[in-house]
């Protein structure tokens, strides 16, 4: 809380001995009050004394009466305390004081003005760790939608997955395939090229075909995704280790709805001397969507399981 919304103790007793000496009479002491913008209810009778009898109250008494009242009015005051507190801090002319009190008011003035810089200090370092609590509090709540519009994403990507299954259209469903789970990558934060196809010299036509390209840990992988009515054997992967080979330092990822035979396996796992290659089921991506899991960590213990195990195929169902 501002110190001006309320005075403190400290604050109030320097200022009592202050503002009287700032001014050499009782009319000029409530001239810089009504200065300040103090209404006149919380001076007129003040002022009615002063007139009246100018020894029957004192400028110190003046001064506690004024800030008691603007104390006692809470936040309708504020503007008022501010002000005053303002002026008191800014204060330069000391020779509209009396002689014989201009050293003490200096001194009174620098003892505010400590007081002062003190508490806004504090109040800067609460304001700090306020704003910085309300940050935390926003970059969570960003993370938590940030989740669930990640959640909806993967289920919508479920649901797509788990529909090819009732798709008797062989050509329709590898098209469909190749689509959703690009989406996925896409949906897990992992840089993705959508199947491309390479054309030859004029006349060749279509020479080569590539699902998918995806970009993890600065390094570059090869997708191919195949939904075979056998399981994958070495003429698939043979084909895609190719591709594989022939592009320098890239990788390959290849993901089958279909079980992989022990040929087509060997063969993978032969490849691993060459490049790292890493093989992936439908099952494991439908598991993976079921439990919300994280691709990227799946790939990584995939990746792990080829480079140092030199096992092509982890099952990771889990």
């Known amino acids: 809380m501002d110190i001006t919304y309320h005075y403190p103790p400290e604050l109030f007793n320097l200022l009592i001995d202050t503002i009287p000496r700032l001014n050499r009479s009782k009319k000029n002491l409530l001239l810089f009050f009504r200065g300040a913008g103090v209404r006149r209810a919380d001076l007129s009778d003040l002022e009615v004394h002063v007139d009246k009898d100018r020894h029957s109250i004192n400028k110190f008494q003046i001064t506690r009466t004024v800030l008691q009242r603007l104390n006692e009015r809470g936040e309708a005051a504020l503007r008022e305390r501010r002000e005053l507190l303002k002026r008191v801090v800014e204060f330069e002319d000391f020779s509209s004081c009396w002689p014989s009190d201009e050293l003490e008011a200096k001194g009174l003035v620098a003892d505010i003005m400590r007081i002062v810089n003190v508490k806004d200090s504090f109040t800067r370092m609460r304001q700090e760790r306020e704003d910085e609590r309300r940050r935390r509090l926003a970059e969570k709540e960003r993370e938590g939608k940030g989740t669930q519009e990640k959640r909806k994403k993967l289920e919508e990507i479920k649901n797509d997955l788990c529909a090819l299954f009732a798709s008797e259209n062989p050509h329709e469903r590898g098209l469909t395939l190749e689509e959703v789970v690009n989406n996925l990558f896409k949906t897990s934060g992992i840089l993705v ?11 060749q036509g279509i020479i080569e075909q590539i699902d998918g390209v995806i970009g993890l840990d600065g390094e570059i992988y090869l ?20 591709r594989v080979f022939t592009r320098g330092s890239s990788r390959g990822v290849f993901i089958s709805a279909t079980e992989y035979t022990d040929s087509a396996l060997q063969t993978c796992k032969e490849a691993l001397s060459k490049a790292v290659v890493v093989l992936c089921s439908v099952q494991e991506i439908v598991m993976l969507l079921e439990r919300y899991g994280d691709l990227k960590e799946l790939l990584h213990r995939k990746l792990q399981a080829a480079i140092v195990d030199k096992n092509p195929f982890r099952r990771i169902l889990e």
């Open 193 to 203: 090229r959508e199947s491309f196809r390479r054309t030859g010299e004029e006349g």
């Open 223 to 242: 997708v191919e995704m195949k939904w075979l009515k056998d399981k994958a054997g070495v003429g698939d992967v043979s084909q895609h280790l190719v």
